[in-house]
């Protein structure tokens, strides 16, 4: 088993910044690539940004390219998403996820899920 924590959601005006984190226990965390999901109600859960278990390798959808950066610190058990430029779209709950050493942009490929932490941008 893996637990997931995440923090680090707000309100934040558009234009702004929010750095999420998830901090991970129960296993050894650089054999779990980690992702990071949202959804709004009504809707399906929504790849945002993924990261290999050593943090070399990158994967985001085109909808937050260049202006989210997931990474990782495995002396901490964590992983980050800084979201920059938020614009209103972004407002949903984030979902950190983790998969045993392989990296996925599908949601029903992560085995272990954090609670979520809500992000609202303003406009």
């Known amino acids: 088993q893996v637990q997931l924590v995440e923090s680090g959601g707000g309100l934040v005006q558009a234009g702004g910044s929010l750095r999420l984190s998830c901090a991970a226990s129960?296993?050894?965390?650089?054999?779990?690539?980690m992702g990071w999901f949202r959804q709004t109600p009504g809707k399906e859960r929504e790849f945002v940004a993924a990261?290999?278990?050593?943090?070399?390798?990158?994967y985001y959808a085109d909808t937050v390219k260049g202006r989210f950066t997931i990474s990782r610190d495995n002396t901490k058990n964590t992983v980050y998403l800084q979201m920059n430029s938020l614009k209103p779209e972004d407002t949903a709950d984030y979902y950190c996820?983790?998969?045993?050493?392989?990296?996925?942009?599908?949601?029903?490929?992560?085995?272990?899920w954090g609670q979520g932490t809500q992000v609202t941008v303003s406009s």
């Open positions: 996820a983790a998969n045993y050493r392989i990296v996925s942009t599908r949601a029903p490929s992560y085995d272990f």
């Open positions: 990261i290999d278990g050593s943090g070399g390798r990158t």
């Open positions: 129960g296993r050894t965390f650089s054999n779990y690539a």
